[in-house]
């Protein structure tokens, strides 16, 4: 990514949060970073498109960590821990990002919107088969519902949003640790044993 093209980001990040998506123009975005309308469309084909290069960063990022969490643990349990904690950090990372998507995601043009509602649900997919896994290895209850059980989990971290700030009592690895603890006590057979918090990895 060129130096640019993320001082665009970051520039229509704030901008969009103070004003919202139709309140800001790419003159104004342009003029606060100092740069041309060509320098804009040099990155970007338009408004729209930056708004979905927003929705799109930290939901690659969780998707991404995702699968590497399905490629290196063969264990549920391990598995679950792993995606719980980034899909928690990216709270901390995109903190702007994420609020601009809740704010904004109305405005996305319908082609961009398919894009994105893929990804998320090719993470919830991910999540859902980390239950079924867990299920089937005996790692986790038998009486779970799958679904709702994942549905219960996006809810519970995506609502983080909401409440997490960096110059909080706990740090994001903190409150990953606290999710993953809260979600794994409720999953797990009695029978497998839990070793919380530092002894997690």
Same mark, same amino acid.
């Given at each position: 990514?060129?130096?640019?093209?993320?001082?665009?980001?970051?520039?229509?990040?704030?901008?969009?949060?103070?004003?919202?998506?139709?309140?800001?123009?790419?003159?104004?975005?342009?003029?606060?970073?100092?740069?041309?309308?060509?320098?804009?469309?040099?990155?970007?084909?338009?408004?729209?498109?930056?708004?979905?290069?927003?929705?799109?960063?930290?939901?690659?990022?969780?998707?991404?960590?995702?699968?590497?969490?399905?490629?290196?643990?063969?264990?549920?349990?391990?598995?679950?821990?792993?995606?719980?904690?980034?899909?928690?950090?990216?709270?901390?990372?995109?903190?702007?990002?994420?609020?601009?998507?809740?704010?904004?995601?109305?405005?996305?043009?319908?082609?961009?919107?398919?894009?994105?509602?893929?990804?998320?649900?090719?993470?919830? #997919?991910?999540? *859902?088969?980390? =239950?079924? %896994?867990?299920?089937?290895?005996?790692?986790? +209850?038998?009486? $779970?519902?799958? @679904?709702?059980?994942?549905?219960?989990?996006?809810?519970?971290?995506?609502?983080?949003?909401?409440?997490?700030?960096?110059?909080? #009592?706990?740090? *994001?690895?903190? =409150?990953? %640790?606290?999710?993953?603890?809260?979600?794994? +006590?409720?999953? $797990?057979?009695? @029978?497998?044993?839990?070793?919380?918090?530092?002894?997690?990895?």
């Amino acid at each position: 990514m060129t130096e640019l093209r993320q001082k665009i980001i970051e520039s229509s990040l704030l901008l969009f949060e103070q004003d919202g998506f139709h309140g800001v123009t790419v003159k104004q975005i342009v003029e606060n970073v100092g740069t041309s309308k060509g320098g804009f469309y040099h990155h970007f084909s338009s408004k729209d498109e930056l708004l979905y290069v927003i929705h799109d960063t930290f939901i690659s990022y969780v998707l991404e960590k995702a699968s590497i969490a399905n490629a290196i643990h063969t264990s549920p349990t391990l598995k679950l821990q792993a995606i719980i904690k980034d899909f928690v950090k990216v709270f901390d990372l995109y903190k702007p990002h994420i609020s601009v998507f809740y704010q904004e995601n109305i405005y996305l043009k319908p082609h961009y919107a398919k894009l994105i509602n893929e990804k998320r649900n090719l993470f919830k #997919e991910m999540i *859902i088969q980390a =239950i079924k %896994d867990g299920k089937k290895a005996g790692e986790f +209850r038998q009486d $779970l519902s799958v @679904e709702i059980t994942s549905m219960a989990i996006l809810g519970m971290v995506n609502w983080t949003y909401k409440w997490y700030k960096q110059s909080g #009592e706990k740090s *994001i690895n903190e =409150i990953g %640790d606290i999710f993953v603890d809260l979600i794994l +006590r409720s999953v $797990l057979n009695k @029978e497998v044993e839990y070793a919380p918090f530092e002894n997690m990895f």
